[in-house]
Nanobody, 116 residues
Framework: QVQLVESGGGLVQPGGSLRLSCASSGFTFSSYAMRWYRQAPGKERELVASITNTGGSTNYADSVKGRFTISRDNAKNTVYLQMNSLNAEDTAVYYC?????????WGQGTQVTVSS
């Protein structure tokens, strides 16, 4: 079966860093664009970062540009999100998404809380 399992979330102080990982299985990882979304309480799901299937191109939400970096390792079927200079606005559940045309697979999410 298709599985996307996020890890690496937790509690971090403002200005701190976290590295999220999403381990995937059950589909051809290298043929899917990978995305990180987040959803804060009371808000809609927001696209944070995306990376093409080959890793040749990335895109970021304006709110995270310069702070977050998405990367992937197709040999490990894993996508990462390095998050630096975190602030309270980054507090959310972060979801890993695999996208191919009209097909989307989702992970269960990992909580990131930025608080002092």
């Amino acid at each position: 079966q298709v599985q996307l399992v996020e890890s690496g979330g937790g509690l971090v102080q403002p200005g701190g860093s976290l590295r999220l990982s999403c381990a995937s299985s059950g589909f051809t990882f290298s043929s899917y664009a990978m995305r990180w979304y987040r959803q804060a309480p009371g808000k809609e799901r927001e696209l944070v970062a995306s990376i093409t299937n080959t890793g040749g191109s990335t895109n970021y939400a304006d709110s995270v540009k310069g702070r977050f970096t998405i990367s992937r390792d197709n040999a490990k079927n894993t996508v990462y999100l390095q998050m630096n200079s975190l602030n309270a606005e980054d507090t959310a559940v972060y979801y890993c998404n695999a996208h191919q045309y009209l097909t989307d697979y989702w992970g269960q999410g990992t909580q990131v809380t930025v608080s002092s």
